[in-house]
């Protein structure tokens, strides 16, 4: 079965009571997990619960471990619930063999299972799979909309008694990430900090909140990177590496900043103003900076750039100690490249 849309919502309201499997994905993680969580509570309503976590590792290792987990049963009549967050579809193939059996043999499975995944294309064999069960279904959610995302700062902020100028708002709500979690994180924040002043939120504050939650570190070393500045990245690298900052952090704060620069190219921004429309924003005493990084930096460059990003941090996650020489020598290359089109456009 599938759902989207207002469907999903009504199942995760009610949830059909012989489904025993559902597929819960989404671009955003947070939007994934979230509903994860509101299948879980309905799932377990009524009745005490048992909370269950397999790993990818975990099902790698033992594929039994993760067959044996659905078919136990518990002694004290306890619902049970499994969640596997599956970060890519290599171990789709037990899940679908899972599915499988629970379709051929109705209540084989006394535990229900929640996988939680990304975005799926309409090509997965795993969503297929889910799509064509009749007792486990694929939830496909969407990323919150501005508006979704302007409803929930201003009723959160109105709970809190916060107020926010209009401009302030937009500013705050372009410079928020694509992910539900980071975000609530970001609005409790500005709740805080509103809290103690006493009057209206307005821009000057939400670039204060935003200069001041930022890795400042992680920035720079970005910043300097994509400038082709050698000594003074590898110095915030070296800064960095001994802090014991993770290889995934420092990949996605180069992504976030790629995508970024892809962005300014493909609506073409040329001067301070339409950088302030950016997300997240491009303050306007950073602009002369991001304005020569633009111009280091083609639209061609950069899908490279982000395509190597990505497979650098899927090696990552397989690779475990190898993770920092490769994230350092990706780093070395970014510099590398970008000193050389700084010294051509010189």
Not at 51 to 66: C, G, M, Y
């Amino acid at each position: 079965m599938k759902a989207s849309g207002s469907s999903v919502a009504t199942f995760l309201k009610a949830p059909d009571p012989k489904i025993w499997c559902a597929l819960v994905f989404c671009e955003d993680d947070g939007v994934a997990s979230d509903a994860a969580h509101t299948l879980f509570t309905a799932w377990g309503a009524g009745k005490p619960t048992e909370r269950l976590v397999l790993t990818e590792n975990d099902i790698s290792k033992s594929p039994a471990h993760f067959m044996d987990t659905l078919e136990a049963r518990s002694l004290l009549g306890d619902r049970r619930i499994l969640t596997i967050k599956l970060s890519n579809e290599k171990l789709a193939r037990h899940i679908i063999s899972a599915i499988e059996a629970g379709e051929s043999t109705p209540d084989r499975f006394d535990t229900r299972l929640i996988i939680v995944m990304g975005g799926l294309k309409k090509t997965s064999k795993l969503r297929k799979t889910v799509e064509s069960a009749t007792m486990a279904i694929a939830l496909q959610l969407f990323e919150d909309s501005e508006a979704d995302i302007e409803a929930r700062v201003r009723a959160a902020l109105a709970s809190d008694g916060v107020s926010i100028s209009d401009e302030a708002l937009t500013l705050f709500i372009h410079g928020l990430p694509n992910d539900r979690r980071l975000v609530r994180a970001e609005v409790e924040k500005l709740g805080l900090y509103g809290l103690d002043l006493s009057r209206t939120l307005e821009p000057a504050d939400i670039e204060q909140i935003s200069a001041s939650g930022t890795d400042a570190a992680q920035t720079a070393l970005v910043n300097h990177a994509l400038r082709g500045q050698t000594s003074s990245a590898l110095s915030e690298l070296e800064r960095l590496e001994t802090a014991g900052t993770s290889p995934i952090s420092l990949l996605r704060a180069f992504q976030r900043e790629a995508e970024r620069l892809l962005a300014a190219h493909a609506q073409g921004v040329s001067d301070a103003n339409a950088a302030m429309r950016l997300r997240p924003p491009v303050w306007r005493d950073h602009w002369p900076a991001f304005r020569d990084t633009l111009r280091y930096w083609s639209p061609t460059m950069i899908l490279r750039l982000l395509t190597r990003i990505h497979d650098c941090e899927a090696n990552a996650k397989q690779s475990g100690a190898m993770a920092a020489p490769a994230t350092r020598h990706l780093i070395t290359d970014i510099v590398r490249i970008a000193a050389a089109a700084a010294e051509t456009r010189a």
